[in-house]
């Protein structure tokens, strides 16, 4: 079992910053995947931004050149540093981790709002 715990959502004005944290524990494997999605009001989860054990990164569309994904293998810990909000960012964000055996688990996520 993995266990997920995010941190560092909250209400942010268009242009502004965020950055969260998830913080992953239990049984952690050496290969893993950790990753961000995001679910807004009336939409499907989807792929803001993932990055393996080894620091490859893939991106959606939609964030890239604002949103930086990174981890600290040490800590067992994703980052998404994001910038240059706007409103359409709003939405639940939700941590995820794959292990070697394609094993998901899901942190409860947290809320982020991009309004002035």
């Known amino acids: 079992q993995v266990q997920l715990v995010e941190s560092g959502g909250g209400l942010v004005q268009p242009g502004g910053s965020l950055r969260l944290s998830c913080a992953a524990s239990?049984?952690?494997?050496?290969?893993?995947?950790m990753g961000w999605y995001r679910q807004a009001p009336g939409k499907e989860r989807e792929l803001v931004a993932d990055?393996?054990?080894?620091?490859?990164?893939n991106y959606a569309d939609s964030v890239k050149g604002r949103f930086t994904i990174s981890r600290d293998n040490a800590k067992n810990t994703v980052y998404l540093q994001m910038n240059s909000l706007k409103p359409e960012d709003t939405a639940v964000y939700y941590c995820?981790?794959?292990?070697?055996?394609?094993?998901?688990?899901w942190g409860k996520g947290t809320l982020v709002t991009v309004s002035s």
């Open positions: 990055i393996t054990s080894t620091r490859s990164t």
């Open positions: 239990g049984s952690i494997s050496s290969i893993n995947v």
């Open positions: 995820k981790y794959r292990g070697r055996w394609l094993e998901d688990y």
